[in-house]
């Protein structure tokens, strides 16, 4: 079974790829308004993670958001030009800030709270 492809011309692949980029910045965008319909008792979470988000170093983002696509050591590794010691090691890092969180004894900041902050 003989499959022909279609040539894009320079204009086709302009289209196609603002295309994709559209879609991207669409996806980003539902997934952040997604985020956002969390339930009241757990928010305090959200809150937490957009303090570790700013703490966390540029190649611990890189790793947390490849390892959160599910992306594997060696293929990280190779992404940041590291060994995959290493990209464990950050990840490590980022799972303790994160832990840190989860497993604070602070309480929950009800929505209340929230409005006068």
């Known amino acids: 079974m003989n499959k022909q492809w279609h040539n894009l011309s ?3 692949a302009v289209l196609l790829e603002d295309a994709i980029t559209q ?3 669409y ?3 539902l997934a952040i308004f997604k985020s956002g319909l969390i339930e009241p008792e757990l928010r305090w979470l959200q809150l937490g993670a957009h303090q570790i988000y700013d ?3 540029e190649r611990e983002k890189t790793v947390f958001n490849m390892r ?3 992306h594997t050591f060696p293929v990280i ?3 940041i030009g590291v060994s995959v010691s290493s990209a464990k090691t950050y990840w490590r890092r ?3 800030k994160c832990n840190k969180l989860i497993l604070s004894t602070n309480p929950p900041i009800s929505d209340e ?5």
Request: one cysteine or more; proline letters at 0%; hydrophobic letters at 40%.
């Open 10 to 12: 320079d204009a086709d």
């Open 23 to 25: 879609g991207d910045e």
């Open 27 to 29: 996806a980003t965008k």
């Open 55 to 57: 703490e966390l170093s």
């Open 68 to 70: 959160l696509l599910q």
């Open 77 to 79: 590794a190779e992404a």
């Open 94 to 96: 980022c799972m303790a």
């Open 113 to 117: 709270q929230e409005k006068n902050i």
